[in-house]
């Protein structure tokens, strides 16, 4: 079955434990992006790859890192956590390039972090 | 930087009405733009997508209209249900980025 993974799903920590969610696609696509969605702001991106090796960074990159290793694999990296990361994070995927490709995007089922 | 925006932002209707939902953004270099449902607390769920060279896309009761030369995307719900009841958002896709509406809450009253 196509999916993007997310783990954990739910976490709670406290300010300053770095912290790493996974994010694990199936589907081999090219595209990947980290999004946090808060109440009243909507989903904002915060990184995204193109490819292996090649990240770049959305709207709201700070106080994240990511990594692109792998074509399936993209993990966002909180090094330092502070509350104001506390949010509801979605991993996505999605072809970048092919003759028939809709470019629709594949979301995860999302990570719920809580940061005290 | 492109932004978009989508209203009404809440919306109550009884069952069995029709609705528009509409999305406008600033940069009409897109890619293609793509609807979204998502249920509280829940994650997204793809309803439709239409690539930037189409006019619409038809699922269902759902059919999703793109005019890139102004701006905007509607999506179109026919014979609204109960189960409609959800966050509806517009997602605007560049080549490199991706730009989301804030939404629009619809309430479907039986």
């Known amino acids: 079955e196509a999916q993007v993974t997310q783990n954990p799903r739910y976490l709670i920590t406290v300010t300053g434990k770095k912290l790493t969610v996974t994010c694990s696609q199936n589907?081999?696509?090219?595209?990947m992006s980290w999004y946090r969605q808060d109440p009243g702001l909507g989903l904002r991106q915060i990184y995204y790859s193109m490819n292996v090796e090649v990240t770049d960074k959305g709207d709201v990159p700070e106080g994240y890192k990511v990594s692109r290793k792998e074509k399936r694999n993209f993990p966002l990296i909180l090094e330092s956590p502070s509350p104001n990361q506390t949010s509801l994070y979605f991993c996505?995927?999605?072809?970048?390039?092919?003759?028939?490709?809709?470019?629709?995007?594949?979301f995860g089922p999302g990570t719920r972090l809580t940061v005290t | 930087k492109q932004e978009v925006t989508q209203i009404p932002a809440a919306l109550s209707v009884p069952e069995g009405e029709n609705l528009v939902l509409n999305c406008s953004f600033t940069d009409s270099a897109i890619y293609n733009l793509q609807w979204f449902r998502q249920d509280p607390g829940k994650g997204l769920t793809s309803l439709l997508l239409i690539q930037s060279s189409q006019r619409e896309q038809t699922s269902g009761r759902l059919n999703a209209s793109l005019d890139k030369s102004s701006g905007r995307s509607t999506l179109y719900i026919a014979a609204s249900q109960p189960g409609d009841s959800a966050t509806y958002l517009c997602a605007v896709l560049g080549y490199q980025k991706v730009t989301f509406g804030t939404g629009t809450k619809l309430q479907v009253i039986p």
């Open positions: 589907m081999n696509h090219e595209y």
């Open positions: 996505a995927s999605r072809v970048l390039k092919g003759l028939s490709s809709s470019y629709e995007q594949y």
